[in-house]
């Protein structure tokens, strides 16, 4: 079957570095995303990573291994804004989107 | 960056009637777009996927005759949610492929209340 983990809830502080890690197991694999989604709103575009390595955007960066069906997304100077959930997901061989339940992060002063 | 439109945000409605919410994305192509359906606290479930001149596919369990979805062009898509009833009540939400560059972008959400 396929299948997404990551981690249900995390906590970290203002200012701090947090990093969220998302492992895969799909069949086949066009790419994975990462989206944040404050409650009670839609989820908002972050990353997508097709190939290995390092992507960096401003304070997020998202990291993919292929071989290792694994992923991180990395927050840096972390703002109390980014209280939210982060979601994992694989776009599977069929374009279909895989997702992960969601890694629920609270920051604290 | 991408843009892509959902309307209405939100809407009440009574049982037993339909309720078409619009999907648009705004700045560029989609073949693909998405519908997807979330509960309090859930993970997003998928619905449909719908391509643009043909037909959608829709996941089990997912009514077709229910959530009529119509893809009529590159950037707009509709469900309509037919013959609602106060279990459809929930935040739909749209996603539409960048068809050229292959990312995904969500709509805001349609909070459907049937009352």
């Known amino acids: 079957g396929q299948n997404i983990d990551q981690p249900t809830e995390m906590t970290a502080t203002e200012g701090a570095i947090v990093q969220i890690n998302c492992t895969y197991q799909t069949s086949g694999f066009n790419g994975l995303f990462w989206y944040q989604q404050h409650a009670g709103e839609a989820p908002t575009f972050l990353s997508y990573n097709v190939l290995d390595g390092l992507e960096e955007k401003g304070r997020f960066s998202s990291f993919l291994s292929r071989s290792k069906g694994y992923s991180y997304l990395l927050l840096k100077e972390l703002q109390m804004k980014d209280s939210a959930s982060y979601l994992c997901a694989v776009l599977d061989s069929n374009y279909q989107l895989i997702w992960g339940a969601g890694t629920k992060l609270i920051i604290k002063p | 960056g991408a843009v892509v439109s959902q309307h209405p945000s939100w809407v009440i409605c009574k049982s037993g009637t339909s309720v078409k919410i619009e999907c648009r994305s705004l700045?560029?192509?989609?073949?693909?777009m998405f519908w997807y359906r979330q509960f309090p606290k859930q993970s997003l479930m998928l619905m449909a996927t719908s391509n643009e001149g043909s037909k959608a596919t829709y996941e089990q369990g997912v009514e077709k005759d229910k959530f009529l979805i119509n893809h009529a062009s590159l950037t707009l898509s509709t469900l309509t949610v037919t013959s609602a009833h106060p279990e459809d009540s929930s935040f739909y939400i749209c996603?539409?492929?960048?068809?050229?560059?292959?990312?995904?972008?969500f709509g805001p959400g349609t909070r459907l209340t049937v009352t």
């Open positions: 700045d560029f192509q989609a073949t693909t």
């Open positions: 996603s539409a492929r960048n068809s050229d560059r292959g990312e995904q972008y």
